[in-house]
């Protein structure tokens, strides 16, 4: 099975868009982005996720009280490969798999 998170960074290594985005001129190879996270373990992951976490109350501490009238959720969905015809949003995906 295809595994499209590292192979997918060579895509918008040439993305305008993308690496505009973080202000960025250019992103690593795919293989060296692959090496630097596999330097990791389970506690350093866990480390990040609460310096992240702890950042980030102090941000939104000092927004206005506007800012929180919307909110805009931006997820990934998953393709769930199916038959039904009749169902509403019903799309084909890059695999070729109707869902």
Same mark, same amino acid.
């Given at each position: 099975?295809?595994?499209? @998170?590292?192979?997918?960074? $060579? ?25 630097? @996270? ?26 206005? $009280? ?34």
């Amino acid at each position: 099975m295809r595994r499209p @998170c590292l192979e997918d960074i $060579e895509l918008r290594r040439n993305d305008e868009v993308y690496l505009d985005a973080p202000g960025a001129e250019r992103t690593h190879d795919p293989n060296t982005a692959g090496d630097f @996270c596999r330097r990791f373990d389970q506690v350093d992951l866990h480390t990040l996720m609460d310096a992240i976490n702890e950042v980030r109350v102090g941000v939104r501490k000092q927004q206005p $009280e506007r800012f929180f009238d919307e909110a805009i959720i931006d997820m990934d969905g998953v393709m769930t490969p199916t038959t039904g015809q009749c169902k509403e949003g019903m799309d084909i995906s890059y695999r070729g798999e109707w869902g």
